[in-house]
């Protein structure tokens, strides 16, 4: 009997359709990572009601428990092996909403609507950059001559670091350091663009990817520890913790930029020298050439080489 649904073919990561037959059930591996992901678009959008109802610590909540859910729903397709086109692209979508509408809306809502237009523009401006952010970020996915470091560094502010970063001037309200004055929209709104500004940069930024892969024995016992700690903390103090971690992430970004510069010329220096080697080596093969009868590995080398 056909059903009024068009069948789930989540596909292949190359965009290729899996094959199936008309009964054929979908592993249960291939949803769960889809439903981590439409829970962190509930989130995202509880968050904007949040914002509209005055809720801020709440909206704020919202938006948090979307990055730690987007984190989370990757991880959980590569343990799974679920990684599916349609879950990409389902992704993509959902971290617009949480991360470039969402935040955007509730600054508008919060300050940025005392300038009326001016800080319409800067949350355009800023759901626009999270949009471009994610774009670039899906077009750079197929690049095949990424050097193997490059897996540590993004390419500007993600998506998800750039929304709870432009949420500062909220943590500092509820800190009693920022009064809720309109007369600080207009600095609200340049810093608002300034973080939309460096989702589209170029300046390379800590992944975390690497983090987490790899424990050694003796450190799980106080891991566990610290992550006991980081959550306890973020509950009972979410506003300060929140300050002190968008502080030290935007204080990163130097050292990230010296890192990943090191990285680059690391990589020139070996090219130059691997340069040089061919070019001692063909010399020494032209010399060889002279004189027949020698043998040697850099001649078996050079013969193997169309």
């Known amino acids: 009997m056909e059903t009024p649904f068009a069948s789930y073919e989540p596909g292949h990561e190359d965009g290729k359709p899996r094959r199936s037959g008309r009964f054929r059930q979908v592993p249960l591996r291939l949803i769960l990572p889809n439903l981590v992901t439409l829970l962190a678009l509930c989130s995202g959008l509880t968050g904007i009601r949040m914002a509209f109802e005055g809720r801020w610590d709440f909206a704020v909540g919202a938006v948090l428990i979307a990055a730690v859910l987007d984190a989370v729903d990757g991880r959980v397709a590569r343990m799974l092996k679920g990684t599916s086109r349609f879950g990409a692209e389902l992704d993509s979508l959902a971290d617009f909403v949480n991360f470039g509408v969402t935040p955007a809306l509730m600054l508008y809502i919060w300050l940025l609507q005392e300038v009326k237009s001016l800080g319409w523009i800067a949350a355009l401006a800023f759901a626009i950059c999270a949009a471009l952010r994610l774009a670039r970020f899906n077009a750079a996915l197929d690049d095949p001559d990424k050097p193997a470091w490059a897996v540590n560094f993004f390419t500007g502010v993600p998506a998800p670091a750039g929304a709870l970063t432009v949420l500062l001037p909220i943590y500092l309200e509820f800190l009693g350091v920022l009064p809720h004055w309109p007369a600080f929209a207009p600095v609200v709104a340049l810093y608002t663009v300034s973080i939309g500004f460096l989702m589209i940069s170029r300046l390379p930024t800590y992944s975390g990817k690497k983090v987490g892969m790899r424990v050694r024995r003796d450190l799980v016992l106080p891991l ?78 050079g013969s193997d080489t169309p």
């Not at 001692?280 to 040697?296: V, Y």
């Open 224 to 301: 566990f520890v610290l992550a006991v700690l980081v959550v306890a903390l973020t509950v009972s103090y979410p506003f300060q913790m929140l300050t002190v971690g968008t502080l030290a992430y935007l204080a990163s970004i130097p050292f990230a930029l010296r890192s990943y510069r090191a990285h680059v010329r690391a990589d020139k220096r070996q090219a130059k020298a691997g340069d040089k080697g061919d070019q001692s080596g063909g010399d020494e093969s032209g010399e060889d050439e002279s004189r027949p009868g020698l043998d040697h590995p850099g001649e078996k080398a």
